[in-house]
């Protein structure tokens, strides 16, 4: 008997505590009502909206009508840029099979590319100097030189895929640190925003 009473005590308080929030809940609804940005700013100043405010329940961003979506950040597009004018139909080629590739792989993007370039550029150079080129690991340099980028003529094939690597996974990681930013500078409640490792999809 004496748990059950307590059980029903604590019931109690908590039902009047749902009560007590629920109320402030509706009075905060109704300040806000049909006002527009003008005169939301005033009434952030009202004593009485701001007690409602504070004891009203934290609503999520999907109760406030918010939206679900998903970001990717193109990695494809960073190997073109850096590739610039050297890309050729080769290039185009081997990128088209590993965006293909990589719908369905935890590999990254660079790699699958660097694997159906090879494949790709001995189908167009069918010789034993383009296999000379690929086993000494000086195929990605006729497409990714770039004294700007810090990438010599002289780097080697992984020297070039590990950069590549490296630069995708920071445009991704820049990527988040804005959204993420400008998500917490608007203040909303109970964001949910997370990055999927190796997809480059920011949901």
């Known amino acids: 008997m004496r748990n059950k009473a307590t059980v029903t005590a604590l019931l109690i308080v908590f039902s009047l505590i749902c009560v007590s929030n629920l109320f402030f809940t509706y009075q905060a609804f109704n300040y ?4 527009d940005t003008g005169q939301l700013a005033v009434l952030q100043q009202d004593e009485s909206y701001k007690r409602a405010k504070r004891n009203a329940f934290s609503l999520g961003l999907d109760l406030q009508g918010g939206l679900f979506t998903t970001i990717e950040v193109k990695v494809d597009d960073i190997l073109r840029l850096y590739a610039g004018s050297s890309i050729d139909e080769t290039f185009n080629l081997a990128l088209d099979s590993a965006l293909l590739k990589k719908a369905v792989s935890d590999e990254s993007l660079p ?3 660097y694997e159906d370039l090879k494949k790709e550029y001995l189908k167009k ?4 100097a383009a296999q000379n080129m ?3 690991g000086r195929l990605l340099r ?3 030189t770039s004294p700007e980028r810090n990438i010599p003529f002289t780097s080697t094939d992984e020297e070039i ?3 590549l690597e490296e630069d995708s996974d920071d445009a991704i990681d820049n990527t988040y640190k804005i959204i993420r930013k400008r998500v917490d500078q608007f203040g909303v ?3 949910n925003l997370q990055l999927e490792e190796g997809t480059g999809r920011i949901i």
């Open 32 to 35: 806000e009502g049909g006002l």
């Open 125 to 128: 150079n069918n010789s034993e």
């Open 142 to 144: 006729t497409y990714f």
């Open 111 to 113: 790699r699958l590319f």
């Open 161 to 163: 895929l590990t950069r």
């Open 189 to 191: 409640a109970s964001p």
């Open 134 to 136: 690929i086993d000494e």
